[in-house]
């Protein structure tokens, strides 16, 4: 079994940061592209940011320049910093991954739990 737990998330001001976290944990083999989705109220979860393994990324549009996706591999940890927030921003925010776990050859798509993420004043 494959595991993927978050953490960072919270209530901030608009303009205000946020680091969130994301560590892949269980029976692992490899992972290959890591990611953030967000699904505000009553809207479609949409991407937010991707990294390959070798650390190749991709933005949506609208947290370019704002946020900042990483990984560290040792630790099978994906990161996003979060910045000049926007009510906008508002969502549950979840973690996604590539896994190849040891029981098998087959890469599977795993997700976390999900964070809420409340800018607000």
């Known amino acids: 079994q494959v595991q993927l737990v978050e953490s960072g998330g919270g209530l901030v001001q608009p303009g205000g940061s946020l680091r969130l976290s994301c560590a892949a944990s269980?029976?692992?083999?490899?992972?290959?592209?890591m990611g953030w989705y967000r699904q505000a109220p009553g809207k479609q979860r949409e991407l937010v940011a991707t990294i390959t393994r070798g650390g190749s990324t991709n933005y949506a549009d609208s947290v370019k320049g704002r946020f900042t996706i990483s990984r560290v591999n040792a630790k099978n940890t994906v990161y996003l910093q979060m910045n000049s927030l926007k009510r906008e921003d508002t969502a549950v925010y979840y973690c996604?991954?590539?896994?190849?776990?040891?029981?098998?050859?087959?890469?599977?798509?795993?997700w976390g739990q999900g964070t809420q993420v409340t800018v607000s004043s």
């Open positions: 996604n991954a590539g896994v190849r776990s040891n029981a098998g050859t087959r890469m599977y798509d795993y």
């Open positions: 269980g029976s692992i083999f490899s992972i290959n592209a």
